[in-house]
């Protein structure tokens, strides 16, 4: 669904991805859990694209229900990937970071997802304008994970 103009939400239940459509590609924030490719390469078809035309992939950070796909989409896209260096690290073994819940933490031992090559992701750092919809500024904010990145956005036009 479009939710602001070239910014389109996909609902994959337990979690959101986004989608910014440019001229140029589209950028692709977040995976979705893993076997959540089929959802978002059907919407992408959807919108008369095709898995090519996702020319970046952005993790927020490495939790299953944000990189769970990472692997699967960027072999099926080409697309170049950004993550936070801390979630870089836990995607390459396919881990989500220390929550401080036990039971997140203990299940999380079980809980794995395809392991992402770091040669696939360039590293995102605070403060870095992206090329992207007139320039996103990743902002790494606090919270219960060691890295999240939110960006700000710039109205297009």
């Known amino acids: 669904m479009e939710i602001f103009p070239h910014l389109h939400w996909l609902n ?5 991805v986004y989608l910014l459509v ?29 898995a090519a035309d996702i020319k970046h992939i952005i993790l927020t950070h490495a939790d299953i229900d944000h990189a769970g796909s990472a692997k699967a989409l960027l072999e099926a896209t080409g697309a170049q990937g950004w993550a936070g260096a801390q ?20 299940f999380g031992r079980w809980w794995r997802y395809a392991a992402v090559p770091s040669a696939q992701l ?12 007139g320039g996103l500024t990743v902002l790494f904010t606090p919270g219960t994970r060691p890295t999240i990145s939110r960006s700000s956005v710039p109205a297009p036009g």
């Open 87 to 106: 979630s870089a690290a836990l995607m390459a073994e396919g881990l989500a970071p220390k929550h401080g819940f036990w039971p997140i933490d203990f």
């Open 22 to 50: 440019e001229e140029a590609g589209l950028t692709l924030i977040d995976t979705g859990i893993p076997r959540s490719e089929g959802k978002i390469l059907a919407y992408v078809r959807q919108l008369g694209h095709e």
């Open 122 to 133: 360039k590293p995102l750092a605070d403060g870095q304008a992206l090329p992207l919809w």
């Open 12 to 16: 994959l239940g337990s979690v959101n």
